[in-house]
Nanobody, 113 residues
Framework: VQLVESGGGLVQPGGSLRLSCAAS????????MDWVRQAPGKGLEWVSR????????DYADSVKGRFTISRDNANNTLYLQMNSLKIEDTAVYYC???????RGQGTQVTVSS
């Protein structure tokens, strides 16, 4: 199983980024998927979840209204559109399966002026 995140980078407050997570080695369309993040010196924080079909989505209060999770099951890819980014969104972002503990290597998002 491989989950490979991409799309991170340095962005100014108020900016946007779109993260991607390419999945292989698993039946991607069968899994609910999460985005989680880890800020410097802090533990893992759950960010968002999407069900296997994309029907149901949920967000942490800290990102609700600013982030949008989506998926393309035909291309085995998970996305996280992040708008109105804040300095406190700075973290390594990981995609992960719900259930079996598969997680990618992460992509760094830095929000700074």
């Amino acid at each position: 199983v491989q989950l490979v995140e991409s799309g991170g980078g340095l962005v100014q407050p108020g900016g946007s980024l779109r993260l991607s997570c390419a999945a292989s080695g698993l039946s991607f369309s069968s899994y609910d998927m999460d985005w989680v993040r880890q800020a410097p010196g802090k533990g893992l924080e759950w960010v968002s979840r999407i069900t296997s079909t994309g029907t149901y989505k949920d967000y942490a209060d800290s990102v609700k209204g600013r982030f949008t999770i989506s998926r393309d099951n035909a291309n085995n890819t998970l996305y996280l559109q992040m708008n109105s980014l804040k300095i406190e969104d700075t973290a390594v972002y990981y995609c992960a399966t719900v259930g079996p503990p598969y997680r990618g290597q992460g992509t760094q998002v830095t929000v700074s002026s």
